[in-house]
């Protein structure tokens, strides 16, 4: 419905609402429904007026505070969430909901505080309601809001190459099983999730074999990895994961007590264990050198952690299950993402912008007259990487130190940055009807988030666009302080 200037429409239906102390009102044809106040996901660099998004069966919406951010409204147990039409479907918080009334009233009066009214209404108790001239106040608080949504492509591989980490590094997955540190290739890897409090237990099965958890319509077998390594397991804990690999052509999940990074390694420190140290089982297929060879990391061989007599019977179930798993990867083709948190919201990076994902050392180098978001630099293997606290970056409260931090590692256009996340919770791939258009309130906002991810349990993940997280000024200092950093000292 078109915005009007002047009276209300006479025998015109509207609801009234309340925000921040003051009633409005809206045509009812253009609200949809009314809902509870579902959990918001906050989206960096939005304007003010841009609460977060929401999920509502399964498509994403925009929340605003039509007040514009400067008095929010309040979300006690009566406010309520405003389901309306402009243009593509957009939720207004709102204090409380006072009912319908019908049209008939006077001009709106003239002054600042009324600009976003078009008229009155009239409640029973003879009380006045504005009329939200909604189209005008949107186009005010978001002037590069675009009335468009769906589902997007995923990345081309053009786009995705421009990020591509070299072809010599050897991509990992790490993670500590029993005080250990191990690996898996990353080829290998489809996806890490967290370990279930509760899982199926299968009846006569082998001691390794842990259970069964459902994985997106399907049952994913569930192993211990220090059962198989023949080490002691240790009592899974809340950052205990399960490791989806593919094994022989089908998948298993091996339980692994954390994961700890993702790294991309030069060849030359990853050297292939002697022949003559392999055993029949040769669950060990190299080694990683890590800090001058202070830290080696094994790297496991996914077959060779089976039995014969296993690995025949994943050979037999891997028939069976090609033809279900080709249907699978067709649907799973949204492409694969590091997810972390910072905060309490989630995010998504494309894994092959990933280069690695560190954690943060003890101190970091400051650096005199850099933005605030710069924390300093780190040594990564003798390389000087500039170190951006995501939290300011995002413009939250800084944290207090946390054991599972860490530093994912972008690469922008020859320039590498570091990025602190207060977690790194899982890899995963995810399909393409999971993941939509973001709503583009904002320049800057559709800019750093294009896209968002909705998991099986409508938990929404705002998808990063890697090369928009720097604009070109930043990524300039950046550079330079890399090059001043790396530059030895006269």
């Known amino acids: 419905m078109a915005d009007r200037a002047g009276d209300a429409g006479q025998g015109e239906r509207f609801l009234v609402f309340s925000v921040g102390g003051r009633s409005l009102a809206l045509p009812a044809g253009r609200i949809r429904e009314i809902l509870r106040v579902p959990k918001l996901q906050r989206v960096p660099q939005a304007p003010p007026a841009l609460l977060g998004l929401a999920n509502c069966r399964g498509a994403v ?5 039509i007040a ?11 406010a309520r969430l405003l389901v309306v039409e402009a243009g593509t479907p957009m939720g207004l918080l709102a204090e409380g909901v006072v009912g319908f009334a019908s049209g ?14 078009e008229g009155l209404v009239r409640l029973e108790n003879g009380a006045a309601a504005h009329v939200v001239a909604l189209d005008r106040l949107l186009a005010e608080l978001f002037p590069g809001f675009r009335r468009r949504s769906g589902r997007v492509p995923p990345p081309s591989a053009e786009d995705k190459g421009a990020s591509a980490p070299a072809a010599n590094r050897v991509g990992l997955v790490t993670f500590e099983v ?3 540190d191990y690996g898996l290739p990353l080829e290998r890897v489809e996806e890490v999730i967290a370990l279930p409090a ?5 009846p006569r099965s082998d001691d390794h074999v842990v259970g069964v958890v459902p994985v997106r319509q399907g049952l994913l077998a569930v192993v211990s990895t220090a059962r198989l390594l023949g080490v002691e397991p240790r009592k899974p804990g809340p950052e205990s994961k399960i490791v989806v690999a593919r094994i022989g052509g089908t998948r298993a999940g091996l339980v692994v007590d954390r994961m700890s990074a993702i790294l991309r390694i030069e060849e030359h420190a990853v050297d292939r264990v002697p022949a003559l140290l392999r055993g029949d089982g040769a669950e060990i297929q190299a080694i990683c050198r890590l800090d001058g060879g202070r830290r080696l990391i094994s790297v496991l061989a996914t077959e060779g952690l089976f039995n014969e007599a296993v690995m025949r019977r994943i050979a037999s179930d891997a028939g069976e299950q090609r033809a279900a798993a080709e249907v699978a990867a067709d649907r799973m083709d949204g492409g694969q993402f590091v997810l972390f948190r910072v905060a309490e919201d989630l995010f998504g990076l494309p894994v092959e912008a990933v280069e690695e994902v560190v954690r943060v050392p003890e101190t970091l180098t400051r650096l005199p007259k850099a933005p605030a978001f710069v924390e300093g630099v780190m040594n ?4 000087a990487l500039p170190v951006i606290d995501q939290r300011r970056r995002f413009d939250l409260e800084p944290a207090e130190e946390m054991p599972g931090r860490r530093i994912i590692v972008l690469s922008f256009e ?3 940055a570091g990025f602190i996340v207060d977690r790194v919770t899982d890899v995963r791939r995810l399909p393409a009807s999971a993941i939509l258009a973001a709503p583009e309130m904002d320049e800057d906002q559709a800019r750093i988030v294009p896209r968002v991810a909705s998991l099986e349990d409508d938990t929404l993940v705002l998808l990063l666009d890697p090369k928009a997280l720097l604009d070109t000024t930043e990524r300039r200092l950046l550079a330079a302080l890399g090059r001043d950093k790396a530059r030895p000292a006269a």
Request: proline letters at 4%.
């Open 61 to 65: 919406l925009p929340v605003v505070d």
């Open 68 to 78: 514009g951010g400067g008095r929010p409204a309040s979300t006690t147990g009566a």
């Open 104 to 117: 008939g009233g006077g001009k709106a009066a003239s002054g600042s505080q009324d600009s976003y009214s």
């Open 178 to 180: 029993s005080g250990q």
């Open 198 to 202: 509760d899982l199926a237990i299968v």
């Open 380 to 383: 990564l293997r003798g390389t």
């Open 414 to 416: 020859g320039t590498r």
